[in-house]
């Protein structure tokens, strides 16, 4: 009698099948290539360059999503690591012939030498996730409007060390004719990737902590979680996907400079993390796409009527307007019913 009414359990019990799911997500990144694909052919090179930089954007905010949406940390330390990023990738990636006049400070193994952009992109996140590994000991120690005070200081030392460090990045004057390696296909990769490992660490063990150390840490610290151990984690694999963001981006517009990567930057990517609902893949997705959009369509408007910074006005008042409706954001630190099932293969009764 219980065999049987255990069998009759298992099969009234929503189950997943990952292949399931592996399959559904597959068929939508070739649907999308196809788009793409098309969108290359007939648009003009300036919109698919808008659309390589929505990409980018949209993988920030999903970056800052595993940092600061699974475990409740108030980051605003991704221009930082952008910086970083798009320095090591354009000293890696730049002219051999102009390196000596125009960075004399480089050791000569460095100087001489010409990468190309996937080893200089590893690099780059390489680079981002070891300084975040090295301050993020004593950073994290902090909580709460003291992270994000820490974290800005943080875009604010990079910057000057950017600035000041003539022989290495030419100054205020930054490193400019950086090879545009980057294109469409490269952002849109990205992007998969991005959202690939935080969905997998999102819904798995891993994750299920991060979010318990989010909702009470001191609950998860009595079940046996290592709290500090998962911030530092979640704040490294964060500031490697924006280092590695950087780098896209700076050889997307063939330039970079101590200013490219600001504080307004901060503001834009956490307004997407928290309009999309801290913590949900595809709240940031579209709240990224949306803003993106926004923010790129009123510039020719701002420069016809010189109203600057109209887009930013907007924006801030969107996220007001989010806060007083829907405090959590769009979708919460959930994901949509339907992606969910679709995503994860669950099967209801």
């Not at 970056?63 to 970083?84: C, D, K, V, Y």
């Not at 460090?165 to 090879?179: A, C, K, M, N, V």
């Not at 998969?192 to 063990?205: C, G, H």
Request: charged residues 10%; proline residues 3%; hydrophobic residues 55%.
């Amino acid at each position: 009698m219980k065999a049987r009414e255990l069998n009759e359990a298992r099969a009234t019990t929503p189950h997943a099948t990952p292949m399931k799911g592996f399959v559904a997500a597959a068929a939508v990144v070739v649907i999308a290539c196809l788009a793409i694909f098309v969108a290359s052919k007939g648009l003009s090179n300036y919109t698919v360059t808008l659309l390589a930089l929505l990409f980018i954007n949209a993988a920030l905010a999903v970056s800052l999503t595993l940092t600061n949406g699974l475990t409740g940390l108030f980051s605003l330390g991704h221009p930082a690591f952008m910086t970083i990023g798009a320095y090591v990738a354009a000293i890696l990636t730049f002219s051999a012939r102009r390196k000596g006049s125009m960075l004399p400070d480089l050791p000569d193994w460095l100087a001489s030498t010409e990468w190309s952009m996937l080893p200089a992109l590893l690099v780059a996140g390489l680079a981002g996730g070891l300084v975040a590994l090295a301050i993020g000991g004593a950073v994290l120690r902090l909580k709460g409007h003291y992270l994000a005070v820490a974290t800005l200081g943080l875009i604010i030392v990079v910057q000057g060390l950017a600035t000041n460090w003539d022989g290495i990045t030419r100054g205020g004057s930054g490193i400019s004719g950086l090879p545009r390696y980057v294109d469409i296909w490269w952002a849109f990769g990205f992007l998969v990737l991005v959202v690939a490992v935080t969905w997998r660490i999102k819904f798995s063990s891993l994750g299920r902590a991060m979010m318990a150390v989010r909702e009470n840490e001191l609950a998860a610290k009595c079940s046996g979680i290592n709290a500090a151990r998962l911030k530092i984690l979640a704040f490294v694999i964060g500031a490697i996907m924006a280092a590695m963001a950087g780098a896209l981006l700076a050889h997307l517009i063939s330039v970079v400079t101590p200013k490219t990567y600001s504080v307004l930057l901060a503001f834009n990517i956490v307004v997407m993390v928290v309009i999309g609902g801290s913590g949900s893949i595809m709240g940031a997705l579209l709240a990224a796409t949306v803003i993106t959009i926004v923010s790129e369509s009123l510039r020719p408007v701002e420069e016809s009527v010189g109203l600057y910074g109209l887009s930013q006005v907007i924006v801030a008042l969107c996220l007001i307007l989010v806060l007083y409706l829907k405090p959590s954001g769009l979708f919460g630190s959930g994901e949509p019913v339907v992606i969910r099932k679709l995503f994860s293969g669950r099967q209801e009764p």
